[in-house]
């Protein structure tokens, strides 16, 4: 069974997806680590703005990231089963 990865920056808003890669440079890599941006974490895009930056919502938090930044971040769909 092939997994659909994707970058964030192409979830639609109110999708849940989970964090399989991050990739960039050190900086960019330590900054979504610092946010709680990391592998194996379940996200929600609450907003986007089309060619912009999106609005994400980690455990109890809201993020705001930018085009560039979500195309480092790469992600799989949380199917329904794996909700419950």
Avoid: Y
């Avoid at 999708?15 to 330590?30: L, M, Y």
């Avoid at 592998?39 to 705001?64: C, F």
């Amino acid at each position: 069974m092939s997994v659909e990865k994707l970058p964030l920056a192409m979830v639609a808003a109110e999708e849940r997806v989970t964090v399989v890669a991050v990739v960039g440079d050190a900086a960019v890599q330590k900054r979504l680590v610092d946010l709680g941006v990391v592998v194996g974490k379940e996200l929600t895009v609450t907003q986007r703005q089309a060619d912009g930056p999106m609005v994400v919502a980690i455990d109890d938090a809201r993020l705001a990231l930018g085009l560039e930044v979500t195309q480092k971040v790469f992600v799989t769909p949380v199917r329904e089963a794996e909700k419950v």
